[in-house]
C-alpha cells in the first residue's frame, strides 16, 4: 500500500519560511507527477505545485516566485519549500500522487498545518 506522509508544517510569521517534505513508502519513480495541494477553512482543496517525472514544475499563481516544488529521487521524498509567507498561505497542504498525466490523483497524505500569522 501507497503511503505519502508530510512534515514540516508549524506555525510562521508572514514573511517567513517553511520547507515541507513528503516522504514516499516506494520509488517516486512510479509516479509520473507529483503534487501538493492545500485546503484553507472553508475553501475547496486547490493545486498549489506539481512535478513530473522529469523534473517539469508548474505552480499556482499565488505562489509563483515565492514557493518551489522539487524532488530527491533517492530519498523518495518531494519537497516545497516556501518563502515570504502570506497570512493568505494558512491552510493544511496535501502532498499527492498519481501514476496518470491527468485526472483525479491517486494517492494522498494526511496533510500538514501551515499557519501564518500577520
Known amino acids: 500500500q501507497v503511503q505519502l506522509v508530510e512534515s514540516g508544517g508549524g506555525s510562521v510569521q508572514a514573511g517567513g519560511s517553511l520547507r515541507l517534505s513528503c516522504a514516499a513508502s516506494?520509488?517516486?519513480?512510479?509516479?509520473?507527477?507529483m503534487g501538493w495541494y492545500r485546503q484553507a477553512p472553508g475553501k475547496e482543496r486547490a493545486l498549489v505545485a506539481v512535478i513530473n517525472r522529469g523534473g517539469t514544475t508548474n505552480y499556482a499563481d499565488a505562489v509563483k516566485g515565492r514557493f518551489t516544488i522539487s524532488r530527491d529521487n533517492a530519498k523518495n521524498t518531494v519537497y516545497l519549500q516556501m518563502n515570504s509567507l502570506e497570512p493568505e498561505d494558512t491552510a493544511v497542504y496535501y502532498c499527492?500522487?498519481?501514476?496518470?498525466?491527468?485526472?483525479?490523483?491517486?494517492?494522498w497524505g494526511q496533510g500538514t498545518q501551515v499557519t501564518v500569522s500577520s
Open positions: 499527492a500522487a498519481d501514476r496518470g498525466i491527468a485526472g483525479p490523483y491517486e494517492y
Open positions: 516506494l520509488s517516486i519513480f512510479n509516479f509520473n507527477r
